[in-house]
């Protein structure tokens, strides 16, 4: 793995342990990350005073050793000419970052990271294990987003905030917990900390109707929340909608939302990765802002 540093202070001087780092991995191939991801991260960084930690991600293609395939395809310049794009869009995407955080008076780090193209996803999941949150998106038409963003909550075991297309980063002031009392929603709430004290608001909302749910668990974890000087309440909803991933977004929207907040549920099964019903939802289609805890 080669890593190439650099490191562009912003003018506000903070306590090192009092600031929050962030990190963005920036991709590069097959597809490249959107200039609003970059956008979204500063912006968010800058509305916690966040020290925002950029990482592009370029891909070493191994070569294949076989006469046939350098005859008829010309594998080596294909290879060449994928690596090449590479370097170009991380040079461009750590630029747009550079700037935009220069102009948002937001801290910035910026590095490149080169990793082997198999190896793409797992590298982001690591990349991301020494920051306290990560800032992804999640694109439909966009598979290999999803697979970048699966494989950093479920293997950076820190926090991810995910934006969908077209969301533009704003202050969270109303903030939504899905509520279901199981560990990884316990997980989930721990690691929103920070937001759901600066919230305004924050509602505790429990979806009935997918599977049993303890009655009175989201109006205690509100009652706590209360006792510790935030402004929380409780509600409940029916499962109404095509998937509980999409009634539970639905009915934080409904509520007026700026963010949603859910534990992730994933296990292996034999050889593959089973995500819960909530979490698939939401990662098929995100329809608002989600931190994401496993």
Request: charge should be negative; charged fraction near 20%.
């Amino acid at each position: 793995m080669e890593i190439d540093d650099c490191n562009r202070g912003g003018p506000r001087e903070m306590e090192q342990d009092m600031t929050a780092q962030y990190f963005l991995p920036l991709a590069t191939y097959p597809d490249s990350s959107s200039g609003l991801i970059i956008s979204n991260a500063v912006t968010f960084a800058g509305y916690y005073s966040a020290h925002l930690h950029a990482c592009a991600l370029t891909v070493a293609i191994p070569h294949i050793p076989n006469a046939w395939s350098s005859l008829l395809l010309d594998t080596p310049k294909m290879i060449e000419h994928a690596e090449i794009l590479s370097r170009d869009r991380a040079a461009t995407l750590v630029s747009a970052a550079t700037n935009l955080a220069a102009s948002a008076e937001v801290e910035l780090s910026c590095r490149t990271v080169k990793t082997a193209l198999p190896l793409l996803h797992d590298t982001a999941a690591t990349e991301a294990r020494f920051f306290d949150l990560a800032i992804l998106e999640c694109i439909a038409d966009v598979p290999d987003t999803r697979i970048v963003a699966e494989a950093v909550i479920f293997g950076s075991g820190r926090p991810a905030i995910i934006f969908p297309k077209k969301t533009l980063a704003g202050p969270i002031d109303h903030l939504v917990i899905a509520w279901d009392g199981s560990r990884a929603a316990a997980r989930a709430v721990n690691d929103a900390n920070p937001f759901i004290h600066k919230a305004k608001r924050v509602s505790v909302l429990s979806v009935t109707g997918e599977k049993p749910l303890p009655e009175t668990s989201g109006a205690h974890l509100a009652e706590i929340l209360v006792s510790s000087g935030v402004n929380a309440s409780s509600t409940a909803a029916r499962f109404t909608s095509s998937s509980i991933g999409l009634s539970i977004q639905q009915t934080a929207l409904e509520l007026g939302a700026d963010i949603l907040v859910m534990g992730g549920f994933g296990h292996s099964r034999l050889r593959d990765f089973v995500l819960g019903g909530a979490t698939d939802g939401v990662l098929h289609e995100p329809l608002l802002p989600v931190l994401m805890s496993h």
